[in-house]
């Protein structure tokens, strides 16, 4: 079977994001040649989205259908962001996708010309670009950097959304209770691969994964030596702090990596019980759950917005509940995230989320606490909401909170509050 473009295949995907907003990484899942490269394409295009319709509405006069568009700002993305492309393969190559396609002759001539002209250009792009706003410079919808500048301030917010721009770290935590971390160090260095320490370590160890390896081909991923897992994941953990022999819910659990941080903590002692509602997620919290050798784990699919219908009348001593969100803490890793915020989802998202607090906060025992989390940097998410939370619910109170903010954390972003049930 003839391998595809790989320019053609990111173009494609792309197109399908610029057309309907389809989640470029459900379709980069399945890709099958060329990975790496139409991952880096797809996401920096997407990434880099206003920077390119401020090169096209500046090279252009009349604006492309969507195939065209998402051709064309593959191979600028390439000449302009990829050192390790060749220029002449990004230019003839990308060209190459545009044809076959109806209207493609003069199509095909307009991103040759473009391409050449950004190829000759790059200098004087690159500094012209410098001169422009910061939602276009830094590739952000104004949207969100005005309510960050009014939140964090205009510098704090130019150093997050940098920091957004940077492809993420592959980050492994540890499975402490399966390997120690000097062995765990030591199997990696007689593989080659050399770990380094993540600053933000604490409890758990977290260590910075080299790029250019598979993270299932790593020593010791079938004998679930580790998670992959960022270590903000560790913010809300810590606030719960699970004990052995307590009654533990992750009552989003999926896809695992904090029901395995609990699990350690527990040691194996006590009930843990890890829920979640879609069937895909299920899936790979089990597979997660198997890989870890943490049997011991309850899965239960269920709505946290309505727990008493999967879990009846079971109280827990301590509860973890990630709520959904805008994700605007993890825009490195969540690419498309940025270009769906707006304050209509906002505005229904903390709906859902008051609604998941109060619907898991009656599991609680006597003296039971939850533990409310997010990888959101709105406080209409994160403190507006528990505030508001503890404020109409008489009976509960708001016992310490904790942020991670990129880039002073090195991490991604994150924020927890424990809530106590008097």
Not at 250 to 269: F, L, N, V, W, Y
Not at 279 to 308: C, F, H, T, Y
Request: proline share 5%.
């Amino acid at each position: 079977m003839e391998k595809k473009n790989s320019r053609l295949v990111a173009a494609e995907i792309i197109n399908q994001w610029l057309v309907d907003r389809y989640f470029p990484d459900r379709q980069l899942a399945k890709v099958e040649h060329d990975n790496a490269f139409i991952m880096e394409v797809v996401n920096g295009v997407v990434r880099n989205r206003n920077i390119l319709e401020w090169l096209e509405r500046g090279m252009i006069q009349k604006e492309p259908e969507p195939f065209f568009k998402a051709v064309l700002y593959v191979g600028l993305y390439q000449l302009l962001f990829m050192n390790n492309v060749e220029e002449y393969a990004a230019i003839n190559e990308t060209v190459e996708a545009a044809k076959n396609r109806p209207g493609g002759p003069g199509n095909v001539k307009m991103i040759n010309a473009v391409l050449r002209r950004a190829q000759r250009e790059s200098d004087q792009i690159f500094e012209e670009l410098k001169r422009q706003p910061d939602d276009i410079r830094l590739s952000h919808p104004d949207f969100m950097l005005q309510r960050w500048s009014r939140q964090y301030g205009e510098v704090e917010t130019r150093k997050l959304a940098e920091w957004n721009n940077h492809p993420p770290e592959t980050i492994l935590r540890v499975e402490q209770g399966t390997i120690s971390s000097a062995d765990f160090l030591s199997k990696m260095a007689d593989a080659g691969i050399e770990l380094t320490l993540h600053p933000f370590s604490d409890r758990e160890n977290f260590y910075i994964l080299p790029r250019g390896f598979s993270v299932s081909k790593l020593p010791g991923y079938a004998e679930g030596w580790f998670t992959v897992q960022d270590p903000a994941t560790s913010v809300s953990v810590d606030l719960l702090r699970p004990f052995a022999g307590e009654s533990v819910l992750d009552a989003c659990a999926a896809p695992g990596g904090k029901t395995a941080m609990i699990a350690s903590r527990m040691k194996g002692e006590g009930e843990l019980v890890a829920m979640d509602l879609h069937d895909d997620r299920i899936a790979v919290l089990k597979e997660n759950m198997d890989r870890l050798s943490l049997n011991w784990v309850e899965i239960v699919q269920g709505d946290a917005r309505d727990p008493k219908k999967t879990l009846g009348d079971r109280k827990f001593d301590a509860i973890l509940l990630d709520v959904p969100c805008l994700n605007t803490g993890v825009l490195r890793r969540r690419i498309d995230a940025r270009w769906r915020m707006n304050s209509n989802r906002l505005k229904a998202i903390t709906e859902i989320q008051y609604s998941l607090l109060s619907a898991c906060a009656e599991l609680l025992k006597e003296n039971g606490r939850i533990v409310y989390s997010t990888c959101s940097l709105e406080a209409e998410e994160n403190e507006d909401l528990v505030a508001r939370w503890v404020r109409e619910h008489p009976g509960f109170n708001k016992a310490k909170a904790k942020k991670a903010f990129p880039p002073k954390s090195e991490t991604d972003g994150a924020y927890a509050a424990v809530i106590r049930k008097d």
